[in-house]
């Protein structure tokens, strides 16, 4: 018996070192080459020095398939558990340099398995996908493991973070694993995604199209919306999902941890106070804002190059992590079209989803109009977006900055959808319509009659603006909860966030709510 272990031994070490070296290392040589860096290698950067604990390193598949008769150890994929700044993730990572990272039936029980392990002890999941799809030699098996992933994928969702990082091809069914996680990274120039690829794209509607075209980091991260954060190379991807986790909880049942760095929470910046121009129509950029009240001047930004008309991510005050949310003027002035709708509610589902606060800067003109809009779903888009807010029982806390007109000034976090603590600046445009064109539905009649239409028309804009278009009646109503003077807006946000944090919503039992898709 004490040979036979002694035996083992050697035997052990061997399977070992050849699980480490996967493909082999002509093939992670060839991954350098590419600009991409390998399995274990991202695994390294990822967590911190010497935490990644590994399990099913030898597992393997059921044998030889046709035309494939080599099996290998770990079946293109690592898994296991590390910490990122002390706090445990549960990770996979595929191996192209294996079959190409391609997903077969033990491929997928170990991703299963990693994911089953995550919901079980409250972890994050990250997933770094680099794989040339369905192991077509397996045949369905091949499906049937996608599948079983994409039900894990539904199960966690909204109990544990899922981050997936694209770092190669990432093609075919294999695309809606990414898609129902809640960010997906993608690295410039080495990540795809398409459902088909440009020869499919070539034979079926006889369209040449280059792979990043079709599928690109920045195709997706400006024009789809899938991706969420594009970077340069495997590195900085790996350091911005480091920086991402920090922000977030464990799970939905934990608060986000707290991170103080010592920034006052009574401290005041009075250029706050000059931020907005006289001229309702000069554009300024909200992120002046975004970035005085946070603290340390700390945002992550997420689908920063999609629809930029609106400003969604992360940061923090008084030490606590913090969702926000703010129109952008300084683009299509802050207008509230299809994608931005789509990118606030599903930004918001998330922080509701993991305790993490809302808040909203407001400056919205209302919602883009024209038949490009109206066909495209602008009501059913729109609708998400209230929908999510009214929906979300977490702290909502709503800066009206300046203007708030009509149906885009109650989605945005209005007191009516119930909004915990609604403020306005003294610049704050609270109105069904902007004065110019409630004047020239009101005056419609005189206007016409009027000898000088225009001079008309600029007294009358400027009666209304005095008498609606302004904070007070709306603070007089009730409907906001003060007007406060902008140099002061961290402190009283912080403030209303110590006083949020008990909050409790009791709501009738339902199996769930019907939201707009």
Not at 321 to 340: H, I, K, R, W, Y
Request: glycine share 10%; aromatic share 8%.
């Amino acid at each position: 018996m004490e040979n036979c272990i002694n035996d083992n031994i050697p035997v052990l070490e061997r399977m070992r070192n050849e699980a480490l070296v996967g493909g082999g290392k002509d093939k992670i040589e060839n991954q350098h080459k590419r600009g991409k860096l390998s399995a274990r290698e991202r695994i390294e950067l990822l967590v911190d020095e010497a935490s990644f604990e590994e399990f099913d390193m030898l597992k393997i598949g059921r044998g030889s398939v046709l035309g494939n008769s080599k099996v290998h150890s770990g079946d293109g994929v690592i898994v296991g558990h590390g910490t990122i700044n002390g706090r445990e993730v549960l990770i996979f990572s595929q191996d192209f340099t294996v079959v190409g990272g391609s997903l077969g039936e033990a491929h997928s029980q170990k991703i299963c398995k990693v994911m089953d392990q995550a919901v079980r002890v409250g972890a994050p999941i990250i997933g770094l996908n680099d794989s040339g799809g369905a192991r077509i030699q397996e045949g369905v098996d091949g499906l049937a493991a996608y599948g079983e992933i994409f039900h894990r994928n539904v199960e966690a969702s909204g109990v544990v973070p899922q981050i997936s990082c694209i770092m190669g091809t990432c093609a075919g069914g294999a695309v809606y694993s990414p898609a129902i996680t809640d960010f997906t990274f993608m690295v410039e120039d080495t990540s795809y995604m398409f459902v088909t690829g440009p020869n499919v794209v070539r034979t079926v509607i006889h369209q040449d199209i280059s792979t990043d075209e079709l599928g690109g980091a920045h195709v997706h991260m400006e024009k789809s919306g899938v991706a969420h954060f594009v970077l340069p190379n495997d590195i900085l991807c790996l350091r911005e999902v480091r920086r991402l986790i920090n922000y977030l909880p464990s799970n939905n049942l934990q608060k986000a941890p707290i991170f103080d760095i010592g920034d006052p929470s009574d401290r005041t910046d009075p250029v706050l106070d000059y931020l907005v121009p006289s001229n309702p129509n000069q554009t300024y950029d909200m992120n002046v804002l975004i970035y005085s009240i946070l603290d340390g001047a700390e945002f992550l930004e997420i689908q920063a190059n999609f629809a930029r008309n609106i400003i969604c991510g992360l940061g923090r005050l008084g030490g606590q992590t913090v969702g926000l949310v703010a129109n952008q003027p300084a683009v299509l002035a802050g207008v509230l079209d299809s994608n931005a709708s789509y990118k606030a509610a599903r930004f918001v589902r998330f922080c509701d989803a993991f305790n993490i606060p809302l808040i909203c800067l407001v400056d919205v003109p209302g919602f883009m109009p024209g038949p490009e809009q109206e066909h495209g779903g602008i009501i059913r888009h729109g609708a998400k977006l209230l929908y999510a807010y009214v929906e979300a029982i977490v702290p909502r806390i709503t800066v009206i900055v300046r203007k708030a007109y009509g149906g885009a000034y109650l989605v945005m976090n209005s007191k009516h959808i119930r909004g915990d603590m609604n403020y306005a600046w003294p610049s704050a445009e609270i109105a069904v319509l902007g004065p110019k064109g409630a004047v020239e539905v009101i005056y419609r009649k005189e206007i016409k009659k009027a000898v000088n239409p225009e001079e008309f028309l600029a007294e009358k804009i400027e009666e209304y603006r005095k008498a609606f278009v302004n904070p007070f009646l709306a603070a007089q109503r009730g409907y906001i909860d003060d007007v406060i003077f902008p140099r002061d807006t961290r402190h009283r946000l912080i403030r209303s966030l110590q006083f949020l944090e008990n909050k409790k919503v009791y709501r009738a039992e339902r199996k769930h709510g019907n939201i707009p898709l």
